[in-house]
């Protein structure tokens, strides 16, 4: 169990910054995921969090110890630590009981202390009775599950996940979520875990970083992050936000009057001053009304159909196209709808 | 964003004086190929470019270009290269495109004769041939066509050293055009045909135009060997009196020793210029036909021959029994018989020429004993040093490493001549240090083979290499395993099995080796290439053919093993199944 703490951390690629001056600090035990799109630095934090990368710029500790800047660097496999790779990366001359062991019999753990660890790992896992099979002999799933033996077996200090469910069926990444969780609790160890999947970060983690093109764009409770983001990119990342161009006409204690296409509404947030300013609405959070002088309006320009609700998506002058989330009946196509905002946020300027 | 400061000054790492693991096994890498590689090719340039005794500078160099002997040399090696070269470029696409692209059966015995010139080495080949051509030809006389006792054989000319190279380089050929087929993509071949082309038609103006390029890479190939050459122009050359360049440099260094060095030098310089000059061109035409064709797509469909196949068949069979099959015939026969001149039959056929050149003949049995044990440490030590370099340069991607990897190549690139007079210069002179000289023992020998063979290991266990996931290595990393305890554990295990198909192609090469050890070898040092090229010096030609055949047999045997092992190899780890 460790606290993981990275001041001003850049890592460049030739020209591009793959990690762009990040300062986190993530808690002893604690279950953090890095969230973000495909090419964002996800991947290239986390490996310098195992000392794979060496930081071009800042530093990473562990608790009161510098791991890693520009001019020297822990090697990885003296920084004790766990990690599970997207493609599982299971030996496959080792049976899976030799590829939870092998941490062990590099630290000299004597035999019988390192079986019985080796079988306590497995047994959590629910893989006792495949212990002398070769990783090619496994289901994904059950590959997976080794990985996870694997790193528990060493009792490391943090664990590193890269996308570890992104191989998986939809079920089976269910049922896998959960069991990370629970191992995340039993061991007590600090979990990094790195998803590009909003729902699997939001369900799963203490806390949620966002990264965006190399930069940490906010780092919060799953539910902060959804309801105060802080910035566009969160805005829209999180929760399929849509982010609309406000005049900010008043501000008083945590909400704000603002104009939306002419409209007054109230929102909450907080703005230093009146003036223009970008709001957050969720489809969740729109409702389709009769045309009036009270809603936004619009013609409809698409329905689609979810099961439980329908997206339906009305062109409002002057804001642009608004997802409304919509039980019952959808109105037709090119019929004018009008929309009405029960709840939304001003992102801070 | 952060939390509260940390409550203390974080500790500093302490800074790092001394290489880690990984550094030390490079900086061993690294030592290893200056030690056999870059400091004999370092000082052969050195030497080649010093200034004459005149002391005008590059006046070695300008000395030797200017002397008879040389230009006769160098046109002669031009001139015979050019001409087998063109041999090789017609047998072997032709043998190509009719393997790759027709319906001719029994294609792996087919492939497996072209490509005997890869296990039998150049001397051998040549010996073969002179013994199906003289005059006590066992075949010929057979058939009665055999030239009167006493003719000299009329291989001993350039027509024969061009025959016999041309003959030898076709597989490269054939390999390369082949390659370049299996890459054309079906459909082109298809929207031909849907345009009403008929085969042939689609052959010559589809398939010929796009193979053009991987032609041309093989011909470069065919013709970097040829002027590399030792064996042929050896056997052939010599009693011949048609000097090429190695000939050239092996008798001046025979004739006048060590002191003449600088000079050889200076001519081997030319040989590097013109393998160097070759060899980027086959880069070049190589890049030209991948880029010819960026997709990839099925297969092309052989085209069937119908009636003509079994003429074709025949064919094709009839020019490999000429080529390949009736020589080695020859040779065997040879080395049956009881003495020159004898007529070989049921009755006369004896096996005292394999006794005498194999267990009583001493020098004979110690050639053949020095180049077992020669051919076994080369495979052994290679396939040890291959593992850690091409771990550090494709797993760990290390740019030192990939440097090395390039320099690896090197001694197996140039002509083996070339790289014998470097490990000469280096390795006459006492060693610093110990002040004794391994000039003249076994060891320099050892030391040349290390540094020519390198490479045949480091080809497949880069192959095997390149198969394994980095994050194999990760996670060992993470798991808290150190370098050497990775290579031990999550590499070796993976790479095995290429680590050996490049070891036994190192055994049967080395085994065969003429060109460097007929420079380096010392009495009581002899090898079994020596020892060949010697027997059939002094007209004991049975003993050198028993001798030969011998050399044959394992080696056809040892291929026979790394073809059972090759299923298990990734594509490219062993060169006939490129
Ligand atoms: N070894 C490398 N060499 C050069 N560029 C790299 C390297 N590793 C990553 N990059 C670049 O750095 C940026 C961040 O890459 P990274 O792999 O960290 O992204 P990621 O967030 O993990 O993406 P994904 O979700 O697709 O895995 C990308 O632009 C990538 O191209
Ligand atoms: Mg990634």
Redesign the pocket.
Known sequence: MARVRFEAVTKR??R?N?VDAVSLDIRRGEFLALL?P???????LLRLIAGFETPDAGTISFDDTIVGQASRSVAPEDRGLAMVFQSYALWPHMSVAENVGFSLSVRRVARPERERRVSEALAAVGLQDFASRRPHELSGGQRQRVALARCLAMRPGIVLLD?PLANLDTHLRETMQREFRRFHGESGATFVY?T?DQTEAMSMADRVAVMDRGQLQQVGHPRDLYREPSTEMVARFVGRGMVVPVEVERSHDGFCEVRLDGLLVCVLGAAKEPGPGLACLRPENLEIAAPGDDVLCGPVVDTSYQGAATIVTVLVAGVGELRVQHTGTPPRLGEQAGVRVLDAWLLPS | MADAALPMAPRLLPRRLLPDGEGLILLAVVAYLALFTLWPLGRLLAEALAPNAEGELLGLLRDQWQSRSFTRALQNTLEASAFATVLSVALGTSMAFLLALTDVRAKTALTFVLLLPLLIPPQITALSWLELTGPSSPILNLLGLAAAPGTTNPLYSREGIVLVMGIEHATLVFLAVRAGLRHLPRDLVEAARLAGAKPLRATLSVIAPLAFPSILAGAALAFVSAIGNFGVPALLGIPGRYPMLTTLIYRRLNGFGPSILGEVAAIAVVLILLAVGGLALRALFSRWSRSAVERSSAPLQPFALGRARLPVEAGIWLVLAVIALLPLTALVASSLTPALGVPLNLHTATLDNYRFAIFSQAASHRAFMNSLMLAAATAVVSAAIAIPLAYLSILRRRPLARALDLVADTPYAIPGTVLAIGIILVYLPPLPGLGVSIYGTIWILLVAYLARFLTLALRPVTAGMETLEPALDEAARVAGAGPLRRIWSIVLPNVAPAAAAGGLLIFITALNELTVSALLWSSGKETIGVMIFALHYEGNSPAASALATATVAITLLIAFALGLLGRRLPDGAVPWRA
Not at chain 1, 38 to 44: D, I, N
């Open positions: 690629f030739g591009t793959a973000g495909s090419g964002c630095g996800k991947t290239t996308e790195v590009h």
